[in-house]
Structures are given as C-alpha cells and as structure tokens.
C-alpha cells in the first residue's frame, strides 16, 4: 500500500467533514422553521436525531484520521514490512480511540451546541415571556430588531454570516473575523474581541459558533429568505 493513496483518502474524508458541517446548518435552519410555524414534536425530534447521527459520523471520521496518521507516521520510521500490519493497527488504535466516547459526549459537538442554542434563542424569541424563566437569555437578543446589533464590530456593516464568540458573547461577522484572527496570528500575536469595554484578549476559531437566529433576523429585515 502507498502512503501517498492512504493521504489521499484521508483527504477525500476531511473534505467529506465539509458537506457534513453544511448538512448540520441546513437542519438548524429546518429546525427554526418549525420552531416558526410551531410544528409537531415529532418532526423536532427526528431533526434533534439527524444532527445528533451527523455529529457521530463527523467525530467517526475524526477519530478515523487521527488513527492513520499516528499509525503511518510510525510506520515511516520502522522498517518496510511493518506497513503489511498497517490495516490491523489502524483497526486497533482506531477501536482505543473511539472506546473514549461516549453518546452523550455527541451533545460538545460544536455544531449540536450551536443547534441547541439557536433553537432556545428562537423559542425566546417566539415567545418572550417565558424568557424570564432562561437565566441564560443573552443581553443582545433581548433588543435584536435593532439595526446596531446587526453591525460587526470589525467592518461596521451589517452582517451576513454572523457567529457568536462563546467566551465573551460577542458577534462578528463570520469572514471578517476569521481574517482578522488569521492575521493576528501570522504576526504571531493574540487577537482581542473588538467590542468596546470587552476584556476577551485572545478570539480563537475554536471559540465561534454559527448564530442562526441572528442571521435569520437579518435575512428577513432584507426580505432575503426564500
């Protein structure tokens, strides 16, 4: 076997992590529809199990690539029969790896944390009152048809693509912060959130969740939502 065609695949499969990560937004966004139109339990469940099934495959893949890399990074080192025991290895570390899930670690799947909290923040919106009872109702949401919420503290336009900093709460739009962080670090320095008076000095990716709710209420002020 060719450590290059192993590369290959294992390239194929990150891209594959892509379109699953596209699958879990287009379910949020399923979701909050229903949420909208007040559907059927039912249906909020199977969407809840479809996301749930896609976390599972993403962290499969995961744990899949982190087994082939350990396992040809060591066989580059060892002598050229050892990658005739390359499957069985891979089979074995793969099994450890996966052995230290469980179900219930699928609901730290970022996009399932993002789902879950845009279906709250949907569900407050829909029904404000009952917002009294969420201890955590987000300051902002509590006046989002202002236009000012929807500007990015980094171009000072309204957003497209928001994303919700999980540390300070904080939104962005999604392209300008990505950029902003990607600079910041080539420079080797530490991006801090640009919101006045916010004591966040390190914005990481890691920390940027999807905001579905805000998006949708940007898109319906443009009337863009089809």
């Given amino acids: 076997m060719s450590l290059s065609v192993v590369n290959s ?4 499969l990150k891209a594959c992590q892509t379109d699953i990560g596209t699958g879990m ?6 979701a909050l529809d229903l949420v909208e139109t007040e559907g059927s339990e039912e249906d909020m469940n199977k ?3 479809m996301i749930l099934d896609c976390a ?11 087994a082939v890399e350990q396992v040809t990074t060591q066989a580059r080192q060892q002598q050229p029969d050892a990658m005739f025991t390359l499957k069985s290895r891979v089979e074995e570390r793969l099994a450890e790896l996966q052995g230290g899930f469980a179900d219930s670690d699928l609901q730290k799947h970022a996009k399932v944390v993002s789902y879950n909290e845009s279906l709250r923040n ?8 009952a917002a009294d009872n969420m201890e955590d109702l987000d300051e902002d949401i509590q006046v ?3 236009q000012q919420n929807f500007i990015c503290p980094l171009t000072q336009v309204e957003m497209v693509n928001p994303v919700k900093n999980k540390k300070c ?7 300008a912060v990505l950029a902003m962080i990607r600079n910041r670090h ?11 008076g916010c004591g966040n000095t390190d914005v990481k990716q890691s920390d940027l969740v999807q905001d579905a709710v805000m998006k949708r209420m940007i898109q319906k002020k443009r009337g863009t939502r089809t």
């Fill in 9 to 12: 695949t294992l390239s194929a």
């Fill in 56 to 66: 599972r495959l993403d962290r499969e893949i995961n744990c899949f690539v982190e």
């Fill in 186 to 196: 080539s420079q080797e320095k530490k991006f801090r959130c640009p919101v006045v």
């Fill in 144 to 146: 989002t048809q202002s």
């Fill in 25 to 30: 937004d287009m379910v949020t966004d399923v």
């Fill in 169 to 175: 709460n904080h939104r962005y739009d999604h392209d």
């Fill in 122 to 129: 949907s569900q407050k919106e829909a029904n404000p009152s």
């Fill in 47 to 49: 969407l809840e199990q």
